[in-house]
């Protein structure tokens, strides 16, 4: 058995959502996609400006702030929404064992069988568990507070039948 400890708090979901970004099959071309489109925004804004069309140039120009700061937007609307859960710093302990995953906490419990998981992700700091494609957790390793870091990994591989490693970003 591997129990993970700890607060479930606005950093901790924060760092959940890195690390699910991190792992998405597109994620190490988006900065140079990114970098490229707004190139491109701004070359054309610039075009647009040049030929009088101020309006639409505006329109490019805000369309390139609301592009750049699209992770920042995300970031703040799931710290509104984490602000009204009524699970927000509760304090949460986790078994990973043979029988599955069991969950406890001041103001709920519960327990999952291994079948309920679709996929986990490895991560050299941790474990992302999915049930189905949005639904995930983010177990640190520096959370364990009975057993090891490989335990778990073993747990997982063993029972979760879409198991991948990935290299931490």
């Not at 606005?10 to 959940?16: A, C, D, N």
């Not at 291994?114 to 494609?133: C, H, K, N, S, Y």
Request: hydrophobic share 45%.
């Amino acid at each position: 058995m591997v129990v993970f400890e700890f607060k479930f708090s606005e950093e901790m979901i924060l760092e959940m959502y890195r690390k699910y970004h991190g792992t998405r099959k597109l994620a190490r071309f988006e900065t140079p996609v990114r970098w490229i489109a707004s190139v491109m925004l701004v070359v054309l804004a610039g075009l647009l400006w040049f030929l009088e069309s101020y309006l639409v140039a505006v329109v490019m120009v805000i369309v390139l702030v609301l592009f750049l700061s699209a992770r920042r937007i995300d970031r703040w609307l799931l710290k509104r929404r984490l602000r009204k859960s009524p699970h927000l710093n509760d304090e949460l302990r986790i078994c990973l064992s043979e029988e599955g995953f069991s969950t406890r906490g001041s103001k709920s419990s519960g327990e999952l069988q291994w079948a309920v998981f679709t996929e986990a992700r490895l991560l050299e700091d941790g474990i992302l568990l999915f049930e189905g494609p949005q639904v995930f957790r983010f177990l640190p390793f520096h959370t364990i507070t009975r057993g090891r870091a490989g335990e778990a990994e073993e747990l997982v591989r063993t029972y979760v039948k879409e198991s991948k490693v990935f290299a931490h970003r």
